[in-house]
């Protein structure tokens, strides 16, 4: 077994929520201490589920301007181990339920790579709560889009 595969089994017997992810965290948490940046733009893709958006967010991604919180599978903020208990829930489609949009963005600020002037974030649910976001996410952004 090379060191790669035995430092991922590490981290996944210690860390199993957080398996795919503890890379990323430790990396982001090195970039942002010494180098985030100050004037970020965030974006978010609005759409319902199996409409393409995962697709728009590749796409996005390939711009080097671009950081994404969740680079995995679905590629879903509300995906995001630390959220999923908050966000991925039987009520994650009504719209009356409220969430605390100051905690979520100190999460995602976590996930995110804060040396680019673009942080993306793309969960399905998030459609019914443009106007929330809006007040936390300032300047935000959205991209809207359906078939």
């Known amino acids: 077994m090379n060191k790669q595969k035995l430092k991922y089994k590490i981290i996944q017997f210690l860390f199993p929520k957080y398996a795919g992810f503890v890379t990323k ?27 393409g958006s995962t697709l728009l967010n590749q796409i996005i991604c390939t711009s080097k301007s671009v950081a994404v919180n ?8 509300q995906r995001i181990p630390d959220l999923e208990e908050i966000m991925f829930t ?37 459609l019914l709560r443009a106007n929330e976001i809006k007040k936390v ?3 935000s952004f959205f991209v809207i889009q359906y078939r």
């Open 70 to 77: 969740n680079s995995m599978i679905t590629r879903e903020g």
């Open 90 to 126: 039987d009520k994650r489609w009504d719209e009356t339920n409220t969430y605390d949009w100051h905690f979520i963005k100190k999460i995602f600020m976590r996930y995110w790579d804060l040396r680019f002037p673009i942080l993306l974030e793309k969960s399905p649910p998030n």
């Open 25 to 51: 965290l430790v990396k982001n948490r090195i970039h942002n201490l010494t180098n985030k940046r100050k004037d970020h733009k965030f974006l978010f893709i609005l759409c319902a589920n199996y409409c």
């Open 137 to 139: 996410f300032k300047p």
